[in-house]
């Protein structure tokens, strides 16, 4: 073994070759110099393995640690966080980015980020400003809210409120609603963290108004209600309803809040699409601050927006915690743009990615499933078996927790390459292509793909069953 460690090039050798000195030209030398590295280690790794394992046969040239290293280049020169096509159909989808921003949104971060702005700077007044004053008017104007404001996502929301209306108080909150979200945000250790007691009431199944009433004491700081975003309880249930919770609230001067979790301006259900209130309604429902995501159903970029009652939105805005939890320019400049497109219900659902996805015809997908379809059949390849199936789309992102969208996938098999095979061929192509697999099947959701990437999916498909 060390006889064959001997034998590997040192990296000065490797940096006197012709072909580094071109790389020299074209890439920064730190990266030049982590890729050799790397690729010698890659081999004397290899070396190690293989020991005591028979005769290894791995090329220890200068030549190969080369061609390793320009692979490791090629990586390193690339962006880590990049675009790629999601064929799932799972509209919001958290590890891929959730919502697609709308192109205004787009060009607003642009246009507000080239140059300096008015982020906290009020113009008529030459004073300083406050930079939630560019959301607040027109999120009271789309919800009926007295007063607004938007920090980093949800779960900061969630823990901001928590933290200003209930720390060292008792939060009570239905067994059936302590719900996990993502993984990551779980409503009892959110609380926790907050300062806050939990005060769970009822089964996890039932919960009456009676057992909210029975728990509340002097120490009572809120009564918090929780979408069950990925979840439903069906069967034997009770829930107590905000309205019910708003005026028990009230009776006992003690404030409600709502974690709605995904939170949409459209009446989806009217599209077909769950049976979720709209911010307004659940407005109307009474309770006094509704919290939800930027980037579920608004989809919009990631934020969590805090609107109700200007004396809880006060003592938000001034808890110290709120200013490490506060929103960017570029969110900022996204977010403003995304809401003003709900001015116009008919114009937001077409320019906002996340709406469309969600609401377009049956016949729509159908019209993509099969321009995919001949684009595929058009590669001549008789190993290649395609079908157009019904199946169902996921809303994802813990958006609408049962919601099943009907929609018709391509679904495709191949002589010689198993679906898994092709799954990660195109996961490791270039763009990324993200399918399902279903019996033996790949399977291609147009409910998330555009024309101009149902292309991208025909060329990626040529190229993998040519070679
Ligand atoms: C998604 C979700 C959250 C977390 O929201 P983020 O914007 O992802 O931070 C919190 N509560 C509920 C009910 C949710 O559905």
New binding site residues.
Partial sequence: MQELLRQLPSVDEVLKDDRVKAWLGTHPRILVLDAIRLALDRKRKAVIDRSGKGSPDIDLSAAAVLNGAEAILNELSEPSLRPLINATGVVVH?NLG?SILSEAAIERIIEVNRSYSNLEYDIQAGERGKRYTHIEGILNRLTGAEAATAV???????LLCLNTLARGKEVIVSRGEL?E??GS?R?PEVMERSGAVLREVGATNKTHLKDYQKAINENTGLLLK?????YKIVGFTKEVSPAELAALGKKHKVPVMW????GSFLDLASYGVGDEPTVKQAMDAGVDIL??????LLGGP???MIIGKKQYLDAIRSNPLARALRIDKMTLAALEATLNQYLDEEKAIRAIPTLWMLTQPLSEIGRKADLLAAGIKALGDSKITIAIQDDLSQTG???LPTGKLPTKVVAISHKSLSANQIESKLRLGRPAIITRIKEGMVLFDPRTLNDGEISKIVEALRNITNS
């Fill in positions: 958290t959730r980093n996502n949800n779960a900061a929301a969630v719900v979200i993502g945000f409503v929780v979408h069950t975003s990925n974690d709605l979790g995904s919290t939800f995501s930027g980037d579920k990631q934020a969590g992102g813990g958006a």
